[in-house]
Structure formats: C-alpha cells, structure tokens
C-alpha cells in the first residue's frame, strides 16, 4: 500500500506524524538555546552543541544547495554558540 495518494497528497498518518515531528524539532531548538544562555552551563557542553549546530547547518546548506533558510540559521546558531 503506498503512503502516496494518486493525487500526490501524503497518508493522514504520515501528515500527523511529520507534524509531530516538527513541532518536536521546535521544542528540540528551544531547550538547546535555554541550555547555551543558561548560567553555569559548561562550556565544553556550548562547545559540543556549537559544533553540532555548525554541521547541521553545513549539512543542510550542501542537501539543499543553499536553498532552505535553516543551513544559514543553524550555522550563525551554531557560531553564536562557539563565540559564547
């Protein structure tokens, strides 16, 4: 059974589940930037999620060559992170 419809619309199940899931990155995003301006945070732990957020935003840049706006924002989050 394909999760296509004919018409090229996506399953229900497949449409609440992408929801979910973005509104999951959502909150994802929230707590990392609570936990970057936190006071006391370590900072090898800034580090790491610097790091993580510059690849991110590498990795996104290079799949969508550079046509979704989150390649540029997750690498200035991920520099803001580093520079902090």
Excluded: E, Q
């Amino acid at each position: 059974m394909s999760r296509v419809a004919t018409n090229g619309s996506l399953d229900p199940r497949i449409k609440r589940a992408l929801g979910f899931t973005w509104h999951l990155a959502g909150l994802l995003m929230v707590v990392t930037g609570l936990t970057v301006g936190w006071p006391g945070t370590p900072a090898p732990l800034i580090d790491v999620i610097g790091v993580i957020y510059v690849g991110l935003g590498i990795l996104s840049l290079w799949m969508t060559r550079g046509r979704h706006i989150s390649g540029p924002m997750f690498t200035l989050g991920g520099l803001l992170a580093l520079a902090a």
